[in-house]
Every structure is written in structure tokens, then in C-alpha cells.
């Protein structure tokens, strides 16, 4: 079986779908705006898209499309590797959401928006993985009666919990340094509450337009660490190593590092948003209202009061909460199930102009 991928090459998340395709035997091709390189065969450099070259690059999708000759095209982001997928025709065609696609560009501009509906509307399949991301996507099209809940899901062979022998307070980021991940609140709080606090560490993996600005924003004598980006068993390890874990971005589909997080049994430091409450409750983990630099200094201060066996206590019972429902095995086989049960459905032509209004 083959399966055409549109989405960023260079983005983890893709790299994880194509890599689970092909372990379970599917010959994966992928179209990109950021790979860079083309590979035949593998991977095929769409450059970035512009209102200029937007009907080349259709063009462009179809020939590839038609020469590869896949059984499933898939798409991921509705907004722009959707669109251009969405005009394949002849193949069973899934997107998944992202939660940024629908929640804030389809919200921000009317033209995405018209790209959203026309690839909800062409999708023979929608994945997305909470239930908000699913509601709002139904505002932009009706898909209840051709989507599923699928999240990334994790690795337990690299995930899972040891218990923590560090007497150090280890609180970590590693959402990348973007504004809409609040990397800077996160900052900032730690050294207001933890300036002269010897026994507690700041540590921020990933990279990002605003790691120079953090950089420039971690003087001082509180103890905060950038470690740059890291593969999954790195990662793994930075976590169980870890006391807290702190996600708190404005707005979010369901990430994994919350899934990771828990996977680990770590107590987490979270924004007060739909989809988080989907998966943890107040007796364990710390809710703050997106954006407030007081809600985190509140959530670190109840951090610094706690003991390291109450934070453990709190992260496993998050972790024995979830625990069935956190493998990436059982995610993508049923991604596996559903796409073996899609069939070409064309939707009705005469439909087509008014989405696109």
C-alpha cells in the first residue's frame, strides 16, 4: 500500500506518521514546503506557497500525486497542505488538524477559512485529537459523520515512569520558542519565585524565533538552562529526570508533551484550556489562564510548598488516570483500520462553488 503525506518534513509529528506507515509495511512518499532536498521517491520540495504560485503548486501536487500513485493521500494542517490535497482527485483523501489551522488561522482570515471549508468539505476522512479541535471544525463544515479522535500518542519503550532520585527541583519546558507557547511567561516566573532559591532549576529544551530574547532574559543568579532541541530518547530521559513539566501555550490542540508528561508520571503546570481538561483534573496537575504571568508565579509557588513524594504521588495518579489510552501503537492502528475502510467519495459538485464563497 502507498500513502502520499502532505505536511512539514522537518516537523517531528510528520517524521513520527511516516515512520509508523512504514514500520506497519505502507511505502510512504512525502510532498513539503520545508524539507529542502528532494529525494525520488521520498521526498519532493514544494518550496513555500505564495498567492502567485498557488495554482502551480496544484498542479504541481496532482502530477506528483498521479506519478507516485498512492491508495491514501494525507494530508496535515487544513489550511495549506489540506487545500493543495484537496484538489487530488481519484484517491481517498484524510486530513488531520492541528488545532492552529482551525482554532486560530480559520478564525483570523476569511480567505483560510474558505481553504479550511473547502478541504473539510473534499476530506473523505477528518482526524483531530480533542474534542474542542472537532466542535470547532464543524462550525467551518459539517464532518461529524466522517471524523475521528486520533492523537500522536507515545512511545512507552522511551516514556514511562521511574522514580526521581535528584534532590534538586527540576522544572521543565519544552514546547519551542514561539510566542504562542508563552516560553517567556515561563521564564519569567520561574526567577521571580525561584531568584534565590539554590535548590530549583529552570530547564528549556527546544528552539524557536524568541530563544535569542530568552537568552537575553535569563541572567541573573536563579539556575535556568537551555538545552536546544532533542531526539525522542533524550527527551524521555530530560523528563523522568524531571519534578514538573510545564505546557501553557494560549491556545492548543492536544500535544505531545502533555502526553509525555504524563507518560512519565509528572505533575504538570497547565494552561486552563478545553483540551487539557479532557485529560487532567485539579487534584493533580495546575491549571493557569493562558497569557498570566501571576496564575504561573501562583502554580510555582504551590510547587515550591510541595515535597518531591507529594509532586511524584500527584504525576502517577495523573499517569494511572490515562495510562490505557497513551500509546502511540494503538493510535495508528487504528489509523491503519480507517484509512482500510475508505473508499473514494466525490462530494457533490454542485456544492463546490458555495464553499468556496
Excluded at 489540506?82 to 487530488?88: E, N, Q, T, V
Excluded at 516514556?159 to 514561539?178: D, E, M, Q, V
Excluded at 530574547?213 to 530530560?238: K, V
Amino acid at each position: 500500500m502507498k500513502l502520499l503525506v502532505l505536511g512539514d518534513y522537518d516537523s517531528p509529528h510528520v517524521k513520527r506518521w511516516i515512520t509508523e506507515m512504514e514500520a506497519r509495511g505502507w511505502v510512504v512518499q512525502c510532498l513539503s514546503f520545508t524539507s529542502g532536498i528532494d529525494v525520488p521517491g521520498r521526498i519532493a520540495h514544494l518550496g513555500k506557497i505564495r498567492a502567485w504560485n498557488l495554482l502551480f503548486q496544484i498542479l504541481r501536487v496532482r502530477r506528483l500525486s498521479r506519478e507516485f500513485g498512492p491508495d491514501i493521500v494525507h494530508a496535515h494542517y487544513a489550511t495549506s497542505y489540506g487545500f493543495l490535497g484537496s484538489f487530488i482527485c481519484g484517491v481517498p483523501f484524510v486530513v488531520s488538524l492541528w488545532g492552529s489551522d482551525i482554532l486560530v488561522s480559520a478564525k483570523q482570515s476569511s480567505l483560510l477559512r474558505r481553504f479550511a471549508r473547502r478541504t473539510l468539505w473534499k476530506a473523505n476522512h477528518v482526524f483531530a485529537d480533542s474534542d474542542e479541535l472537532l466542535e470547532e471544525a464543524e462550525k467551518v463544515f459539517p464532518i461529524r459523520d466522517k471524523s475521528t479522535k486520533v492523537h500522536w500518542g507515545v512511545d512507552h519503550r522511551f516514556f514511562y515512569p521511574i522514580p526521581r532520585t535528584a534532590r534538586k527541583l527540576r522544572i521543565l519546558s519544552f514546547r519551542n520558542h514561539y510566542p504562542v507557547y508563552n516560553v517567556d511567561l515561563i521564564l519569567g516566573a520561574f526567577r521571580k519565585v525561584f531568584e534565590n532559591h539554590e535548590e530549583a532549576e529552570l530547564l528549556l529544551a527546544g528552539v524557536g524565533s524568541m530563544t535569542g530574547e530568552l537568552r537575553g532574559m535569563a541572567g541573573g543568579p536563579a539556575d535556568i538552562r537551555f538545552l536546544g532541541r532533542l531526539q525522542e530518547p533524550d527527551l524521555a530521559r530530560l523528563i523522568q529526570e524531571c519534578d514538573v513539566v510545564v505546557t501553557v501555550p494560549s491556545t492548543d490542540g492536544l500535544s505531545s508533551s502533555l502526553l509525555e508528561a504524563m507518560a512519565c508520571g509528572k505533575y504538570v503546570i497547565c494552561s486552563d484550556i478545553p483540551v487539557y481538561h479532557e485529560w487532567l483534573k485539579r487534584e493533580y496537575a495546575s491549571f493557569v489562564a493562558p497569557g498570566s504571568g501571576s496564575a504561573l508565579e501562583a502554580a510555582f509557588l504551590f510547587v515550591k510548598k510541595c515535597s518531591a513524594e507529594q509532586l511524584e504521588k500527584m504525576g502517577r495518579a495523573a499517569f494511572e488516570a490515562n495510562q490505557s489510552r497513551l500509546g502511540r501503537e494503538e493510535q495508528f492502528d487504528r489509523v491503519v483500520r480507517i484509512y482500510g475502510n475508505l473508499k473514494v467519495v466525490e462530494p457533490s459538485p454542485q456544492r463546490e462553488k458555495t464553499i468556496m464563497l
